[in-house]
């Protein structure tokens, strides 16, 4: 027993850790998030195993027995996690993700509720062991799923391990491909150990998901499997671009998109995928662009010359899924395969409203400086008045007083009082002038 313990808890301890490790060198990618979530379930694992096999108490002992029973969950997350790793976007549909996890994770919880899939555990010399209900039809339904799943995260890193010509990547993934195969190979073989040798050996899950984490771990610190490369820093930059970026085919079908054109658009992914461009851009110009990239590109044999024609920084509208327009610059240009054959089109665009906001209030301030120019009454240049009554004579001959010309020809306003001088010369002789002076 107490081998066994030892290796539940070692497994316990070495799958938690590898999680820790990974989680913490980058929190925020999917890839070290899935196989953080991997970890922490086989770590689980190992803990209810270790937990199982010394338990003395009956009731506790079915509980952990059957919180052990989770191996579907663990290829559930791990089928997610080689999507991810080998870039197979299948893993963005909603109802991709249902088949992956809802049938694993409804089965897990009806063996822990309903208990049938145990029929009695027994002690042997390796501590308490579960003899599980053969008979079981759903049993046998729900290994036959896991084993699919289980193959998928082997056969789908070992094609993709054909198919790169990326040396790098051929030692990532045939790391993953050997990871996720050992617990499925090595879990048979030492079930087959006892009934052809005679010989006794422990038989504890954890070990065998233990070694699909060092692989994977290993994968991680020794050829930087999660780690920044130019193929996932080039998804990074353009996921998290604010600028609109579509491939179009020849047929003008959107084929990829990036996350700005769902969050401006208000679209769903699969609303837009694999449907014409005038789904977003319905205007007329958009598609005299592409008109006029094939008519050049027809007359044009370099390579080079048909990736400098391109159309650049063109006003179109973008219309949402609510109908709602908003203006776009845009530019266009040709998607060449690598013979030099055209593939299709790369169009980017950029949200102008609050560029297009500011020009008009900016026309608008203009606007309104000119008529306030326009409003202001000055005067200028030379200005005929009287020597002696200070009248001043109009353009039509007319002298009027200063005040009346000035107010005509200007916004001034006039407000009479009399000067100091002016008030000596009337009031001298007055005795109420002579008393308040």
């Given amino acids: 027993m107490v081998l ?30 899935l196989f953080f979530a991997l970890c922490l379930v086989n770590s689980w694992m190992a803990l209810s195993e270790f937990l199982f096999i010394q338990s003395s108490e009956p009731y506790f002992t079915l509980f952990w027995a059957k919180s052990n029973i989770i191996p579907g969950l663990a290829v559930s997350i791990g089928l997610h996690f080689v999507f991810v790793i080998t870039g197979i976007e299948i893993y963005k549909k909603k109802w991709v993700l ?66 790169t010509y990326d040396l790098k990547k051929k030692k990532q993934l045939i790391y993953i491909a050997i990871g996720f195969s050992l617990p499925t190979i090595l879990g048979t073989a030492s079930y087959l150990v006892k009934p052809f040798t005679g010989i006794d050996i422990p038989r504890v899950s954890s070990f065998f998901t233990m070694l699909l984490e060092i692989f994977l771990g290993y994968a991680v610190w020794k050829y930087g499997l999660l780690n920044l490369n130019p193929a996932t820093a080039a998804k990074n930059i353009i996921e998290t671009m604010t600028d609109l970026l579509l491939i179009i085919d020849q047929d003008k079908r959107v084929v990829s998109l990036n996350n700005a054109v769902l969050e401006l658009s208000q679209h769903r992914y699969d609303e837009i995928i694999n449907r014409n461009i005038s789904a977003l851009f319905p205007e007329k110009t958009l598609h005299d662009f592409f008109d006029r990239l094939d008519a050049n590109s027809a007359q044009i044999e370099s390579r080079k010359s048909i990736q400098d024609n391109i159309v650049r920084q063109v006003e179109n509208t973008l219309v949402t899924k609510n109908n709602e327009q908003i203006p776009v610059n845009i530019s266009v240009s040709i998607l060449l395969e690598k013979d030099g054959a ?72 006039f407000s009479h009082g009399i000067c100091p001088e002016c008030a000596e010369k009337l009031y001298s002789h007055e005795d109420w002038y002579r008393d308040e002076k």
């Fill in 98 to 163: 249902g088949i992956i996890y809802i049938p694993n994770i409804l089965s897990y919880l009806y063996i822990v509720i309903t208990g049938n899939a145990v029929i009695k555990i027994i002690t042997d010399t390796w501590g308490n062991e579960v003899v599980y209900n053969e008979q079981s039809g759903f049993l046998t339904l729900i290994n036959i799923w896991i084993a699919l799943f289980g193959f998928s995260c082997f056969l789908i890193p070992l094609f993709y391990y054909f198919k």
């Fill in 4 to 33: 066994a313990l030892i290796i539940s808890f070692v497994s316990f301890i070495v799958c938690l850790s590898i999680g820790l490790l990974v989680y913490y060198q980058s929190s925020k990618k999917l890839e070290h998030k």
């Fill in 342 to 413: 055209k593939a299709g089109y790369v169009l980017v665009a950029r949200d102008i409203t609050n560029q297009k906001k500011a020009t008009a209030e900016k026309e608008k301030l203009i606007s309104e400086l000119r008529e306030a120019m326009e409003n202001v009454k000055t005067l200028k240049g030379f200005i005929p008045i009287c020597a002696r009554c200070k009248k001043v004579r109009d353009d039509k001959g007319y002298w009027n007083q200063i005040e009346k010309y000035v107010s005509e020809h200007s916004d001034a306003l």
